[in-house]
């Protein structure tokens, strides 16, 4: 089983997207308050064939604490910024795989095409940081109730580990090489003034740059959120 080439995203538009945005909220920025959140993410992971292969054992650990932190403020009184850095948390596997793609077979009863080579322990981790710059259109439910959509550029950095044991009898180390990669995040929630729920997702995740892709490929989070003036 071998890891798949990722395209890439230029560094140049990361940084631009950030100034730009930084730029906007310097110029249209009223009263700001911090944010703290607090939730659960939920990772989807790369299909059959990347890093476990279905028919032999395997483990997926998709689900970790979220937690951010950040700033908010009004840009007029039906939309809001959002600046927050976020850590989306970790996403591991474990699993016993045949070596060579081309001795695996989903179809046949042993999973292998012939004779299963001797099986290779696949053990890998890796974790997503980083920033969120979005704006909040906002609908008034009541007084102090407020719906919102929440939608931007997720700029953040991503690793990916993986040992491989008994790899034709010998063990290997394979490392993604971290870089700033840039997503989206699109969400959703209710707040009053001094607290909110929301529900985020960030539907593309993957690792980019070299031929080590990330377990993990989106993330969805369900946070609770507090505001300081």
């Known amino acids: 089983?071998?890891?798949?080439?990722?395209?890439?995203?230029?560094?140049?538009?990361?940084?631009?997207?950030?100034?730009?945005?930084?730029?906007?909220?310097?110029?249209?920025?009223?009263?700001?308050?911090?944010?703290?959140?607090?939730?659960?993410?939920?990772?989807?992971?790369?299909?059959?064939?990347?890093?476990?292969?279905?028919?032999?054992?395997?483990?997926?650990?998709?689900?970790?604490?979220?937690?951010?932190?950040?700033?908010?403020?009004?840009?007029?009184?039906?939309?809001?910024?959002?600046?927050?850095?976020?850590?989306?948390?970790?996403?591991?596997?474990?699993?016993?795989?045949?070596?060579?793609?081309?001795?695996?077979?989903?179809?046949?009863?042993?999973?292998?095409?012939?004779?299963?080579?001797?099986?290779?322990?696949?053990v890998g981790s890796g974790s997503i940081r980083g920033i969120a710059l979005t704006l909040a259109p906002e609908y008034r439910i009541a007084d102090d109730l407020r719906f919102f959509v929440n939608a931007g550029p997720f700029l953040y950095r991503s690793s990916w580990n993986e040992q491989v044991y008994n790899w034709f009898g010998t063990t290997v180390s394979l490392n993604h090489k971290t870089r700033w990669e840039i997503g989206e995040k699109i969400g959703l929630g209710i707040r009053n003034h001094r607290f909110g729920i929301e529900y985020d997702w960030y539907p593309c995740l993957h690792t980019t740059g070299d031929s080590i892709p990330s377990l993990y490929t989106g993330a969805k989070v369900l946070r609770l959120e507090g505001y300081f003036s």
């Open 1 to 122: 089983m071998k890891p798949k080439k990722e395209s890439s995203w230029p560094t140049a538009v990361t940084i631009a997207t950030g100034i730009l945005f930084g730029l906007f909220i310097w110029n249209h920025a009223k009263a700001m308050e911090m944010e703290l959140g607090i939730g659960q993410t939920h990772f989807s992971h790369t299909p059959n064939g990347t890093w476990w292969q279905q028919g032999f054992p395997y483990k997926l650990d998709m689900s970790h604490l979220a937690d951010s932190i950040g700033m908010t403020g009004r840009i007029n009184s039906w939309l809001r910024w959002h600046t927050d850095y976020e850590s989306l948390g970790r996403a591991s596997e474990n699993s016993w795989d045949t070596p060579s793609d081309a001795n695996y077979s989903i179809t046949t009863p042993n999973h292998c095409n012939g004779t299963c080579l001797p099986l290779a322990n696949y």
